[in-house]
């Protein structure tokens, strides 16, 4: 099975990425471990659907339909629903029910389905209409800043705002630059030091556990079974 993903960033504060892809023949995909809940799009032999992919705690395999189009925004994080907790979508979905090529319907209205060139006006819309608010101590926090909160308000307003807890955030985040690096021609070794894992033993079991890889299988792609949107993230300091 092909899979062709195109993927870019974003300036709005709210959006993480925005990507499109296409599927060559029916088979299924790596789906790599994510602290960021999407909304995507995909259409298939005619028939548009909808949903929101809630965070993934580790890798999983994901069966992909043959001759499909996606298309999803990946949600900053920080960015969240006040309606549908992020913790209620850890590992799992919610379908957005009446969807066309057009049109979906949100908070009791249509709205023209975005793409891949102006989701930034869709998600600009969906914050002016209240449908998801940004909690600026999370990103803060991750950059490196020093919040004015008890670390117990902190945890708990980075379970209500990403569905985890930041050492969580931080070790998906510190698997999937590895995993970046190795693709790139990194040696183990020396994505060890740059990654702050212990020893290339534990860089093998945390690439497994988030990325659904090995090193060697990382360096030599199968294209049989991709692996999900894989880019390499901001620079947040390891856990």
Request: overall charge neutral.
């Amino acid at each position: 099975m092909g899979l062709e993903i195109e993927s870019r960033s974003s300036e709005l504060p709210h959006i993480e990425r925005v990507w499109r892809s296409r599927s060559d023949g029916a088979g299924r995909m790596m789906s790599v471990a994510t602290s960021h809940w999407e909304l995507v799009f995909w259409e298939h032999r005619g028939e548009v659907q909808a949903a929101v992919l809630g965070p993934e705690a580790k890798a999983s395999y994901a069966p992909v339909p043959g001759d499909a189009d996606f298309f999803g925004i990946s949600f900053a994080l920080g960015t969240s629903m006040p309606h549908v907790p992020v913790s209620r979508l850890v590992g799992g979905s919610a379908e957005i029910p009446d969807v066309t090529r057009r049109s979906v319907w949100l908070k009791g209205s249509a709205w023209h389905v975005p793409d891949y060139d102006n989701a930034e006006a869709f998600v600009r819309r969906m914050v002016r209409e209240g449908i998801v608010d940004l909690d600026p101590v999370v990103p803060a926090v991750l950059g490196g800043a020093a919040p004015d909160v008890t670390e117990r308000t902190l945890q708990r307003r980075f379970v209500a705002a990403t569905g985890q807890t930041q050492g969580a955030i931080r070790q998906i985040h510190r698997a999937r630059h590895a995993a970046v690096l190795i693709q790139e021609g990194v040696p183990a070794h020396e994505v060890v030091h740059r990654t702050g894992y212990f020893d290339q033993p534990h860089l093998a079991r945390s690439l497994k556990r988030y990325v659904g890889r090995t090193a060697t299988q990382l360096s030599a792609p199968d294209t049989r079974e991709p692996l999900s949107l894989l880019y390499k993230p901001h620079p947040w300091e390891p856990a």
